[in-house]
């Protein structure tokens, strides 16, 4: 069965910064796109980021030059640096795993591209 496990979330400061981590167990890591999504309060679940196979990366404009999305292939791990935090940050984060090496015709930033999602972490961040 596979699993996707978040962990790092937390209550941080504005301007702080907090580092997701999420690991890959029960399906080959290899080869497959990874992404990270966010559910605030009362919002509907949005795309992040997202990092290919090859290491192609994609963010949602919010968070361009503050997170940055990385993944440890011998460790089944994909992470999200997030800095700068602000509170508008502050959400329900999720980490998505793809069937294939990219994302499908839907785009990394679609939910549709991706198959298995985690329990989410949450992220808070005080003013």
């Known amino acids: 069965q596979v699993q996707l496990v978040e962990s790092g979330g937390g209550l941080v400061q504005a301007g702080g910064s907090l580092r997701l981590s999420c690991v890959v167990s029960g399906r080959s890591f290899s080869g497959k796109a990874m992404g990270w999504f966010r559910q605030a309060p009362g919002k509907e679940r949005e795309f992040v980021s997202a990092?290919?196979?090859?290491?192609?990366?994609y963010y949602t404009d919010s968070v361009k030059g503050r997170f940055t999305i990385s993944r440890d292939n011998a460790k089944n791990t994909v992470y999200l640096q997030m800095n700068s935090l602000k509170p508008e940050d502050t959400a329900v984060y999720y980490c998505a795993g793809a069937p294939s090496s990219t994302c499908s015709a839907y785009g990394c930033d679609a939910e549709a591209s991706y198959t298995y999602w985690g329990q989410g972490t949450q992220v808070t961040v005080s003013s």
């Open positions: 990092i290919t196979w090859s290491g192609g990366t």
